[in-house]
T-cell receptor, first 114, second 109 residues
Framework: IAGITQAPTSQILAAGRRMTLRCTQD?????MYWYRQDLGLGLRLIHYSNTAGTTGKGEVPDGYSVSRANTDDFPLTLASAVPSQTSVYFC?????????????FGPGTRLTVL | GQNIDQPTEMTATEGAIVQINCTYQ??????LFWYQQHAGEAPTFLSYNVLDGLEEKGRFSSFLSRSKGYSYLLLKELQMKDSASYLCAVKGGDYKLSFGAGTTVTVRA
């Protein structure tokens, strides 16, 4: 079934460690996004990419970096994890980044930083 | 910045109707989306409104009033499987989605 996959499903990480969350889509969507979801706060945009080779900062980019080397993959890296980065991370994609383009979400990665 | 408000929780009986309201204040407007999210799962797309009025899709309908900064999601003939969080999201002038905190709907038998 076509869609978005994320890995790992869950992870417990020691503070200070480096971690990369993986996201792959096979829908040939141009735009991809990373969100974090925290209780009571809703989904917040971390970084986005409107097309391969370009990236941009969202609402909460500090402590995170992304790359978009090709259409399908959009990894999110935490250079030095801190406990406040404990969250559920969702990757999403859309055909384009326009008004009516619906975003489709991956299954999420539950990350705990101790 | 964007400000999107929706109730935290709602409870309804199986077979009933529930209306989830969403008010927003955004910098620019390029449409409003509703997503459904079951516990522990990904959000899934329900509806998109960019013009004023009602969009009906089976048991679910979504309404938009741009002048009032207001939308609602109407769930009819509630079923137990409709117990979930419902997320209101607005696409602003920068074409980025801003989400409300979500409304948890509990359907009781």
């Amino acid at each position: 079934i076509a869609g978005i996959t994320q890995a790992p499903t869950s992870q417990i990480l020691a503070a200070g460690r480096r971690m990369t969350l993986r996201c792959t889509q096979d829908m040939r969507h141009n735009a991809m996004y990373w969100y974090r979801q925290d209780l009571g706060l809703g989904l917040r945009l971390i970084h986005y990419s409107n097309t391969a080779g370009t990236t941009g900062k969202g609402e909460v980019p500090d402590g995170y970096s992304v790359s978009r080397a090709n259409t399908d993959d959009f990894p999110l890296t935490l250079a030095s994890a801190v406990p406040s980065q404990t969250s559920v991370y969702f990757c999403a994609s859309s055909p384009l980044a326009g008004a009516g383009d619906t975003q489709y979400f991956g299954p999420g990665t539950r990350l705990t930083v101790l | 910045g964007q400000n999107i408000d929706q109730p935290t929780e709602m409870t309804a009986t199986e077979g009933a109707i529930v209306q989830i309201n969403c008010t927003y204040q955004t910098s620019g407007f390029n449409g409003l989306f509703w997503y459904q999210q079951h516990a522990g799962e990904a959000p899934t797309f329900l509806s998109y409104n960019v013009l004023d009025g009602l969009e009906e899709k089976g048991r679910f309908s979504s309404f938009l009033s741009r002048s009032k900064g207001y939308s609602y999601l109407l769930l009819k003939e509630l079923q137990m499987k409709d117990s979930a969080s419902y997320l209101c999201a607005v696409k602003g002038g920068d074409y980025k989605l801003s989400f409300g905190a979500g409304t948890t709907v509990t359907v009781r038998a």
